[in-house]
């Protein structure tokens, strides 16, 4: 299955600044998913990154607040933008996951922790 | 309107004990796919089921068994003989035909020694 390298695994922020997110695939995807889970909540899907284009945000999320890039087939980056307490969340990226023919459901990455002080 | 239900919000059981977990989802497709995630303490997502909306065969795989059943919209999970590893998050999700993957609100499963 894919192989998902996510970081920084945590980050500890101050308040008006900004933090960028990577992602590495080990291989080529046609979508990529940011999703957020604030703490002890589910995971919410922030935006859907496709190469090429512009990301499709989800409804409350803006490209101003959570700007992605995707710049190849294997690669994305999501940053928060002029960060608040309220963004103090994990943030995970996602692919759906293909090997051989074989769905195997979607592939997170580790995720990054980011807490806004 | 929230697409997946989960209305367990924790469970405890003690172990060797089986647990079930529910999962009511809600799409007007007729192509979907449902998926079991379960987020142990550590946080990382560990990917255990994708069933398509086409394949209502009951799943066993190890000590994990799913139950889908369409008339009904529920894709339940069953933990067979418990252990204390068990204890995490068990999240249920839907993809439709847009592969967004909408989830459930989690139950927490807490498996006592």
């Known amino acids: 299955s894919a192989v998902i390298s996510q970081k920084p695994s945590r980050d500890i922020c101050q308040r008006g600044t900004s933090l960028t997110i990577q992602c590495q695939v080990d291989s080529q995807v046609t979508m990529m998913f940011w999703y957020r889970q604030q703490p002890g909540q589910s995971l919410t899907l922030i935006a859907t990154a496709n190469q090429g284009s512009e990301a499709t945000y989800e409804s409350g999320f803006v490209i101003d607040k959570f700007p992605i890039s995707r710049p190849n087939l294997t690669f994305s980056t999501l940053t928060v933008s002029n960060m608040s307490p309220e963004d103090s969340s994990i943030y995970l990226c996602?692919?759906?996951?293909?090997?051989?023919?074989?769905?195997?459901?979607?592939?997170f990455g580790s995720g990054t922790r980011l807490t806004v002080v | 309107a929230q697409k997946v239900t989960q209305a367990q919000t924790e469970i405890s059981v003690v172990e060797k004990e089986d647990v079930t977990l529910d999962c009511v989802y809600e799409?007007?497709?007729?192509?979907?796919?449902l998926f079991w995630y379960k987020q142990p303490p550590s946080g990382e997502l560990v990917f255990l089921i994708r069933?398509?909306?086409?394949?209502?065969q009951n799943e066993i795989s190890g000590r994990y068994s799913w139950n889908f059943q369409k008339s009904t919209s529920s894709f339940n999970f069953t933990i067979t003989a418990s252990q204390v590893v068990d204890s995490a998050v068990y999240f249920c999700a839907l993809s439709e035909d847009d592969y967004k993957l909408s989830f459930g609100a989690g139950t927490t499963v807490t498996v006592r020694a």
């Open positions: 799409t007007r497709d007729t192509t979907y796919y």
């Open positions: 996602s692919v759906e996951d293909w090997a051989r023919g074989k769905n195997y459901g979607y592939t």
């Open positions: 069933r398509n909306s086409f394949d209502e």
